[in-house]
């Protein structure tokens, strides 16, 4: 049996080879590819978060997909996944998020928030704080597909100046009860009279305030002008007879069914006084008409002026503090997210899309 090859089988060997080579190489330069370069993106990031003022800072890459979590970036495509880590300050990835892709994209926050600006009672950075939350919440961790470039932006912004009124009441008991001695058919458990307002301002009002405040009328049942009135026969009778005097010059009397206090801006808390001391001292004078508030619960709140257009609400007892307008959302609804740095009087964050 012949076992010799054919002359000519040497091609053939070769030609195998330069086939395998060949493949050998495709696969070899397949695996050398790399992945995307985590550490340049980390380094375009710390371009904004290092400054000392709002800056911004893009990066072109080819991930597909790509992780951010505080302070680290994981960037992934079909060659590899990189990591790397930046030293200064930490970012929100806010993908999928309009208003806050628009500002990092360059919009500026005034023009992004400019209805919750000009809201006197909402405050447009706690809504912008709100909202940067709650990409945080969303994304930072999260896997986000990739759209070839990293924006990044700090954004440097001051409080805003949201104005908002507050108020508690603190009842009369003294006039509670002297009436209710005076009128068998009035209980001190059955009614509450409101004797002072307090009231507070939060932020500062640009003009003048006029804060109104009304009460259902107790003396609607009763007649006071007449001269068989009952709160009329109770306060004389009782002067004329221990007193003696207004026994025939009867005062007028008078509810005092609102009360208005202006005030242009209002720093800490400012009283209301409704009615202090009890019936004697309240009446207590020789004016031809005597004034009472013998107004009750619902006590209505309501404040006019250029920064409280329609601003007013309705407190039911004398209790804590009542908002009667006001922004529903402060900054001190945040307590020191790791996103935000406070420098004096400017707060500093950083956004990134990716």
């Not at 990031?45 to 290092?50: D, F, P, V």
């Not at 407190?315 to 609804?333: H, N, Q, R």
């Not at 740095?341 to 899309?353: A, F, K």
Request: hydrophobic letters at 35%; a negative charge; charged letters at 25%.
């Amino acid at each position: 049996m012949d076992f010799e090859a054919p002359a000519d089988a040497w091609y053939v060997y070769v030609a195998v080879v330069i086939i395998s080579v060949s493949f050998a190489g495709i696969v070899v330069g397949i695996s050398s590819m790399p992945p995307p370069d985590a550490q340049q993106a980390a380094n375009a990031i710390e371009t904004a978060t290092g400054s000392e003022y709002a800056s911004s800072a893009s990066y072109e890459h080819d991930a597909d997909v790509v992780t951010i979590d505080r302070q680290t970036i994981t960037m992934k495509n079909e060659y590899g996944t990189a990591h790397a880590s930046f030293s200064y300050g930490t970012v929100v990835p806010v993908n999928g998020h309009d208003r806050l892709e628009n500002v990092t994209g360059g919009q500026s926050f005034g023009a992004a928030y400019d209805d919750e600006l000009d809201d006197p009672h909402t405050d447009g950075t706690a809504t912008f704080f709100e909202e940067i939350a709650e990409a945080d919440e969303a994304n930072s961790g999260d896997k986000l597909h990739a759209d070839g470039e990293i924006v990044v932006r700090t954004v440097a912004i001051r409080d805003d100046s949201a104005v908002g009124l507050d108020a508690r009441t603190s009842n009369s008991e003294a006039l509670e009860q002297d009436l209710a001695d005076a009128d068998d058919g009035l209980d001190a458990e059955d009614f509450q009279i409101p004797g002072e307002v307090e009231l507070r301002m939060t932020g500062t009002a640009a003009s003048e305030t006029t804060v109104h405040v009304s009460g259902e009328t107790l003396t609607d049942a009763i007649d006071v002008d007449g001269s068989d009135g009952w709160l009329r026969d109770t306060i004389t009778g009782y002067t004329c007879q221990y007193g003696g005097f207004w026994c025939d010059d009867e005062p007028d009397i008078e509810p005092i069914e609102y009360v208005l206090e202006s005030v242009s801006t209002l720093e800490g808390t400012e009283t209301v006084t409704l009615v202090e001391g009890d019936l004697d001292e309240v009446t207590d004078s020789e004016a031809d008409t005597v004034e009472l508030w013998t107004g009750t619960y619902e006590l209505e709140i309501e404040a006019d002026g250029d920064d409280f257009d329609g601003c007013h609400d309705t407190i039911d007892e004398a209790k804590d503090w009542t908002e009667i307008c006001g922004p529903d959302l402060t900054l001190e609804s945040f307590d020191d997210p790791h996103w935000h740095e406070t420098r004096g009087d400017v707060h500093y964050v950083t956004l990134v899309t990716v």
